[in-house]
């Protein structure tokens, strides 16, 4: 029997830790001198940690030595840290884990496919470990999205071919992987900017068992 893989990415489809991103990345910002604000923010979704760097950088016209723009990153990363520390089960975003847990009910293999390096703390926190039975993250990849690696990993680690996998995605970055990958990709967030999504929703709210049941056959 052909099995469906499920693959979810985690900032912004699992939990909003973007917000907490944010607040790290202005942080810094400020400390160097500059603002940062919400609409630059926007150029952070589904990008590594060293991108984002270099993309505020360059907002802020600013040039580091390597051992500046490494002492930087680890900055931003214990402010981030600190950040989440609080996380608990009201973070997760709403009727995510009620489509988990149909997943999990038929059996499905579901994968986490994140750029994130801090995925199992967070997972931990909101209480959704258990639901995932491979964890990709920011530690077992080298590209970052729209490369397909992260969801290819995860797609060889559930035993299942790319082609039938689907990803929940909610940057572009993130649509561009999953389709580079052969993979269904499902947009979570505004049509008109994940319009190279196979399909769309705003939340998981809008998403009903009719769908999931069809996406698992």
Known sequence: MKKTGFIFD???VIVDTAKYHYLAWRKLANALGFEFTQEQNEQFKGVSRKRCLEILLDIGGIHASQEQFNNWLIEKNEDYLSLIEKMDE????PDVQKVLTLLKKHNMPIALGSASKNARPILEKVKL???FDVIVDGTHVTKAKPD???FLIAAEQLGVRPEDCVVFEDAV???EAANNAGMLSIGIGEAKVLSKAKFV?????????????RLMK
């Open 201 to 213: 929703f705003a939340n998981f709210t809008e998403i009903d068992v009719k769908f999931i049941n």
């Open 129 to 131: 470990m258990d639901y």
């Open 173 to 175: 970055a993130g649509i």
């Open 148 to 150: 397909p690696e992260v």
């Open 10 to 12: 985690l900032d912004g």
């Open 90 to 93: 009201s973070e997760i975003l």
